[in-house]
């Protein structure tokens, strides 16, 4: 039996490093290939020598497939590609192409330079490795090989992430990457048509959110980064460069203008420029707004949001200052919220997930005494909020795309393992699917049954919609053919094609009955009574009387003599071929029981 | 439908729309018949020795009489030249089906809409001329009016409102997406390196490929390469839309256009460019961005004046996946595709909606200006062919070769400006194509009659056609093409649990066959994986042999032959003792004597003659079908 086998490296009931393996039909795919924020060693990234223990990894993958530019999906894809070694093809959507490279570099220099780590890839690595990119449209459907396809569907979520079909034959994966069912200031909604894939891959980040409505987060937020500023207080909300950080500053930058506030917003990164610029470049990835507004006004070009600079930490007053990265774990974030923690008036915002071991992670926790480097211990008096603006799909999002793909399967990936055994009994309960969530490492396997693609000779198809004749196009119509195997094609022809093409003669097959009739009258007589007799009864029939005094009924022949003794009986001949067995053996069985007394 | 063009040659034969009174065409004399009957003098102006009608432009509309639009089903657009027709189709035909075409055909074919609506629809000319029109009045015009074809059918422009709702019958496609129809067919556009988003389409179903090659180009220009690799294994390959001026280098054209430019200007004249808002102005741009600085032009101010110039320059920078390998990496710097953005920023290139508003202030000469539109009869490059051609020191220069450059100027002669003609066409030439059709081996090519005869007025040239084997068939205008090829086999899956019932037999070494009774179920055009057949179910009564028998049973064929001895000796084992046997001319008699029963065998046939003894034939029935094979 066919199967599909599934093994994730990374983000089997966890969030960080995401890297699954899927094995379907004899291709091996890779989806993802990303880092884990929570981890400094080894576990940073995913054991690729799962894959294969002696063997290059060309040689055992068929593709690598990055879903978008976040580094717990591409983090570890040089030192994949460049350090354990990797030269096949690499898929990716434009904008990720365009954008990964950056967030690598900036990943690379972060634990060499700050950290001086050794044994890191370099920015050669990252060069090298970019170029074994092949970037993808979406809707595109690109030939990995002769059997392998895939197909870039819009995932929402971050500039340029896509889902990603992997279909051979008539298998088929959908690997979701991470989403976004519903459209925010910047991007649309993920997207996918009825595929009815074998197996859904899906993020079950918000496995157990149902997320109120954008608005009244939106509301929210802006009403309390203004109370922090109206108390004279600093908020801090920490981003990564690229994604809700646009939505965040598109929504700050109309309500400074619409509120005439003077409070300064700052950004912190030297990135936030280069960023703006592409998703300017990729606006075709954007929400649908932004795209028909953009002549006339570009959403990306801010008035009220400037450059941050260091010194700027220290100044007296309100500011609101976006600073990287996301989860407080290094960077400038964490060198800010180290300044500013101790005064209650101050104000952290953390707009999206962070991953257990990150200081975002600890305060959002209750957490109040923290110990950093060198022992110091850090009391946080200022105020901490969690607002979720991570573009994931929440619970009704994950349902409402299985809704639309109608997968006969389900796995998850990429979530917490409590929240997702909550998800995974919702899912059989409501779709009546198998729905699989396993743990790094851990092999699931599917079997999928799939049917026989089969050339029909148009001649048969023709013929057996005509028998059906009926113009109600819905009904069933039986078929009967000859199925030929030759060299693994397979064909279904006509019977007659058939033998034709085998060289074979067609053997007939004919039975021929007396049936004895007591009727006085001349013969012809005696046929135009059966005649009529059968008309009356046969009626979806084609009933002939023929010139020369026989009968037919479809193919069926009756001819009738008088009888060489007795002359008031008449002799009916009955033949037919065995394609008529039914109707010829129904006729003479018919016709035994006599003519009825007076014809109509 | 493939593609939805509109012919605009027909404006060629109106007086121009000038944006401000124009003295000179307000007294040009009316035209008079030859028998000095004035009755036309209102509709018909004469300048210097070409009639023109007086009235708002008309177009000419694709042929829409001759089949019911209403049963077209799509529209395949290949680039956003080819749907410029699409308002009338859309709006005003019965038309219900879907459009599909790529992103950028869609937003560039609406910023030619846009333009083309308002550069006709801000000059409001009172009059409407019609009487010229008129069959008997049409046979007296001089030419070309006389030979112009179905005058009766050429239309007024449509509006915005018309462009938006055509436009909103557009389903967006990207190259090498599959598009299922109806689960008919299979539709995937693919890159054709003409312009942004131009596609060439391939419409497909299982055993059969149509190609249908528009508008393409093997020159690197700004889109994207054509795919050639994909058009392979076509049935049939439909070819048109190649270069209109087959006898010029594109490259040797823009070489030509730069000289004249820069010489024109350096001897203090200005230069007029028709043009489109969209297209090679990009790669114009792009030159002159290498050229200005060496040429001593940085001074030179280039003026772009469309009401759609903002937005084409700004279109063209976000399009950067359609765009060729060169242009895509630079977006990944980040940095715009196109050098025209450092052109403006450099103040180097300003572009303006009209003549009208901060133009007027920021006009310096001399300088260079691109506007639209190419035919000379509307948009702002009327004003400046008014303005600038008295002067010998200014020129003209035309780059679009979809309109004769002559008949373009018709109405401003005399004119004392210069007129350079520089068409620049991406298009396949004929050597390109002969290139094209032996690399990707169609079956079958057909294409406009024009490609497969020397252009009429250079006769001897028969390079300048397409020679192909076979002949290329060709089609006229409202002409129907039958293609040849027959459709044999189509696509069925055979779902699992039939095929596990299915009981394969070897007849010959490697060749199998199974006989398939199934209920095929037809959905949606697909033939739905067929399923064995029910049993009848229980809950319906047994038929009884008094009922008719429903409908027709399937039994299979049979084949192979009966060998005589085993068939005796199977008749003996089942209890008929007196067996009796005959030989004939072709085979056997068997009698049993008893049963007054006779069987005919034959090498291809056998005959059961039996009566009255239903359980008896039957049974010999079933003895005989064990000897045979079922098909």
Redesign the interface.
Known sequence: MPEIKVTPLGAGQDVGRSCILVSIAGKNVMLDCGMHMGYNDDRRFPDFSYITQNGRLTDFLDCVIISHFHLDHCGALPYFSEMVGYDGPIYMSHPTKAICPILLEDYRKITVDKKGETNFFTSQMIKDCMKKVVAVHLHQTVQVDEELEIKAYYAGHVLGAAMFQIKVGCESVVYTGDYNMTPDRHLGAAWIDKCRPDLLITESTYATTIRDSKRCRERDFLKKVHETVERGGKVLIPVFALGRAQELCILLETFWERMNLKAPIYFSTGLTEKANHYYKLFITWTNQKIRKTFVQRNMFEFKHIKAFDRAFADNPGPMVVFATPGMLHAGQSLQIFRKWAGNEKNMVIMPGYCVQGTVGHKILSGQRKLEMEGRQILEVKMQVEYMSFSAHADAKGIMQLIRQAEPRNVLLVHGEAKKMEFLRQKIEQEFHVSCFMPANGETTTILTNPSIPVDISLGLLKRETAIGAAPDAKKPKLMHGTLLMKDNSFRLVSPEQALKELGLAEHQLRFTCRVHIQDPRKEHETVLRVYNHLKGILKDYSVQHLPDGSITVESILIQATAHSEDQGTKVLLVSWTYQDEELGSYLTSLLKKGLPQSTP | MLDCGLDMTSTLNFLPLPLVQSPRLSKLPGWVLKDGSMFLDKELKECSGHVFVDSVPEFCLPETELLDLSTVDVILISNYHCMMALPYITEYTGFTGTVYAT?PTVQIGRLLMEELVNSIERVPKAQSASMWKNKEVQRLLPAPLKDAVEVSMWRKCYTMPEVNAALSKIQL??????IELFGAVQV?PLSSGYALGSSNWIIQS??EKVSYVSGSSLLTTHPQPMDQASLKNSDVLILTGLTQIPTANPDGMVGEFCSNLAMTVRNGGNVLVPCYPSGVIYDLLECLYQYIDSAGLSNVPFYFISPVA??SL??S?????WLCHNK?TK??L?E??FPHAELIQTNKLKHYPSIHGDFSNDFKQPCVVFTGHPSLRFGDVVHFMELWGKSSLNTVIFTEPDFSYLDALAPYQPLAMKCVYCPIDTRLNFIQVSKLLKEVQPLHVVCPEQYTQPPPTQSHRTDLMIDCQPPAMSYRRAEVLTLPYK??????????DL?DS?V?LE??P??????????????DNK?L??KP?QPPASKKRKRV?DD??E???????????IPMDQFVQTLEKHGFSDVKVEDTAKGHIVLLQEAETLIQLE??????????D?PL??KL?DL??KF?QK?
Do not use: W
């Open positions: 992103e496609v990207g190259y090498s997406q599959k995937t299982h055993y903002n937005s700004e279109f920078q976000i399009f950067a996946e895509q977006v990944y980040p715009p595709p459709r044999r086999y189509e696509k069925i899956e055979i779902m699992p095929a299915l394969p007849i010959k490697g060749i199998s066959l199974a006989t398939v009774s199934a209920v095929l179920h037809t959905k033939h994986p067929p057949p042999s008719v028998p409908g027709k049973s399937l039994k299979p064929l049979l084949s192979g032959s090498e291809d046939s056998t005959h059961i003659i039996c009566d009255n239903e034939r039957v029935r005989v079908l045979l098909f």
